[in-house]
């Protein structure tokens, strides 16, 4: 099934508040005829960009092609949220590697994070960045493991950037009655998705690195040849960065990465009063729903709320209903506020929640499956991908040993099956 088509005019951002507050790149030109590199990068989101921006400044020629626009896909259409740590916990990680190997994947989801800082700031991004992330519990009995995280942050890996937070304080930092504590974490923050991958992009441009648009990739061999519709490039290695919209171009992934959607709403811009009784110091918000509610406040004070997800190719027909539903049970104040936008996204999770990072074959790597967590850690996997084709894997090896199951059933049963699964947790998360 071809992801790239079903929900977007091809070659155009969707109708999101992202791309009506962004400044486009002027479009690259397919690629046409035979071209060769040192590497070719597969996809114009973060893992790409990013993996195109370190190649060409370690001194290859590096070719990056995308199917649409770079920044279309998750990239350009997410949440914003860059928070430490992996999807799962560390005390999670703990009992799925050993601990050793669970305190590198903690010391690398860091990095992460001041990669994105360090990126901005050399380049310039102007991508509205703004600390805090809180966690919110939505059930009582959930806030003592959540402050028992905290402490275990602190005590065991001297991380001083997260704090407890109770339950009249959660009130006050989140105007709903709907959590009961929970984090916050000043280490994380959150930005404008799309601006930043633009920002990604126009600084891979400007230090050489060749961008092609609506450049489909129909096959990658082992021996690192590309083809598209128009062209192929004969390389010495590939990235793959594709995330949720990698399709058929490697089985083995795609057995391991399964693509599913999400939706955002943008209300109309709040005033500032009532914006503040909302979320009072700006930070970013995700609860503890395994079915996340994610949201946060726009520069010009609309809420962005993140909730609903599908596990089908198509997009629901009214966006904005499916996310006001969820939305309205947080923050009934909005009930009379407009959605101004609406849209979704598809992004590509994992079994087990952790990224998926592989060697398809000697010349060919793959970074995907962010589960969500992306922002920061696709970012950083496109670093490590071109510091592997340099030689040094030290970093990429950690993740590429965590165990990456395979969904069951395959292709024709995975989707059902993650349905099925998905609707028992969303109904667990009312009990």
């Known amino acids: 099934m071809d992801l790239l088509t079903p929900n977007d005019a091809p070659g155009t951002y969707p109708p999101s508040y992202y791309a009506a507050t962004a400044t486009p790149l002027e479009p690259f030109p397919q690629a046409k005829g035979a071209l060769s590199c040192d590497v070719c990068v597969v996809g114009g989101g973060y893992s790409g960009l990013s993996a195109a921006l370190h190649a060409r400044q370690a001194g290859f020629d590096v070719v990056l092609l995308d199917a649409q626009r770079v920044g279309f896909g998750a990239s350009g259409r997410n949440g914003g949220q860059v928070s430490v740590g992996q999807r799962v916990g560390q005390d999670t990680l ?34 509205g960045w703004a600390d805090g992330i809180i966690e919110a519990d939505h059930k009582a009995r959930f806030v003592p493991h959540s402050h028992a995280y905290a402490e275990t942050l602190q005590s065991d890996y001297g991380y001083d950037k997260i704090r407890a937070v109770g339950k009249d ?34 600084a891979a441009q400007d230090g050489g690195v060749r961008i092609h648009e609506r450049s489909t990739v129909t096959g990658v061999s082992d021996d690192a040849k590309v083809t598209t519709r128009e062209a192929e490039i004969k390389a010495k290695y590939v990235i793959l960065g594709c995330n949720g919209y990698l399709g058929a171009l490697n089985d083995d ?20 009063r009532l ?8 930070h970013a918000v995700a609860d ?26 198509r997009f629901p027909r009214d966006i904005a209903a499916t996310v006001r539903k969820p939305m309205l049970e947080i923050f009934p104040q909005l009930k009379d506020t407009p959605i101004d936008y609406a849209w979704g996204g598809t992004l590509g999770i994992t079994m087990n929640r952790m990224p998926h990072f592989a060697r398809v074959s000697d010349r060919v790597l793959s970074v995907s499956g962010y589960s969500g967590h992306g922002v920061a850690m696709a970012t950083l996997g496109g670093k490590l991908a071109a510091e592997t084709v340099a030689g040094q894997a030290d970093k990429f090896d950690i993740f590429a040993n965590v165990p990456s199951p395979r969904f069951p059933g395959g292709r024709a049963l995975r989707s059902p099956l993650l349905a099925l699964a998905m609707a028992w947790y969303a109904l667990r998360d009312k009990l």
């Open 94 to 127: 703990e009992g799925m590697v050993p601990r050793d190997q669970a305190r590198a994947l903690w010391d690398l989801s860091l990095e992460s994070v001041d990669l994105v800082r360090s990126l901005i700031a050399d380049h310039g991004i102007d991508c």
């Open 169 to 202: 304080e959660m009130r006050s930092l989140v105007g709903s009655r709907a959590y009961y504590g929970g984090t916050l974490d000043m280490g994380g923050g959150h930005l404008h998705p799309l601006r930043y991958a633009l920002g990604l992009a126009r």
């Open 253 to 272: 992934v795609a057995r391991r990465v399964m693509p599913i959607n999400n939706f955002i709403a943008a209300t109309q811009p709040l005033p500032d």
């Open 275 to 282: 914006a503040r009784e909302l979320i009072r110091d700006n």
């Open 288 to 313: 503890s729903k395994f079915v996340i509610n994610y949201f946060r406040l726009s520069d010009d004070n609309r809420m962005l709320f993140g909730g609903g997800e599908s596990y089908g190719y």
